[in-house]
């Protein structure tokens, strides 16, 4: 092989390792429809809303509890959740769901998911918010 092509196929090769990588996590980012047969599976689910209070204001799913990633809420108010109970997360677009899904896991959390794409995932699916 020449330097050229170690140089196109190394950037490539990485892409395809990390993708993999990601790819372990993918059973705990739930699409909307998963999301809401989660929810309305039966039995006790935690549904936690973990936008700022303006977000949570503007449209939110029912019975979601706002414990706001950005500010420090959620880590001050994790352990009034059940540890052993399914904990169900979203954001804006997945993003901060998806870390304090990884900080829950961390704090010893058995059942941690979250939507993937968050709210605006589950809205551009024709799902509804309540204000």
């Avoid at 170690?6 to 990485?14: A, C, G, N, R, S």
Wanted: aromatic content about 6%; overall charge negative; glycine content about 10%.
């Amino acid at each position: 092989m020449t330097k050229r092509t170690l140089w196109y196929i190394t950037p490539i090769l990485l892409l395809l390792m990390a993708g993999s990588c990601t790819g372990q996590s993918s059973a705990k980012d739930l699409s909307a429809d998963a999301f809401e047969r989660a929810l309305n599976g039966g039995g006790l689910v935690q549904l936690v809303d973990v936008r700022s209070a303006g977000e949570y204001a503007s449209g939110h799913l029912e019975d979601a509890r706002l414990m706001d990633w950005s500010n420090g809420q959620l880590r001050q108010e994790m352990m009034e959740l059940d540890k052993d109970s399914p904990v169900l997360l979203y954001c804006a677009s997945g993003r901060r769901s998806d870390a304090a899904m990884q900080e829950l896991e961390k704090a010893g959390f058995t059942d941690v998911k979250h939507l993937a794409g968050g709210i605006q995932a589950w809205v551009a699916s024709g799902r509804p918010v309540t204000h």
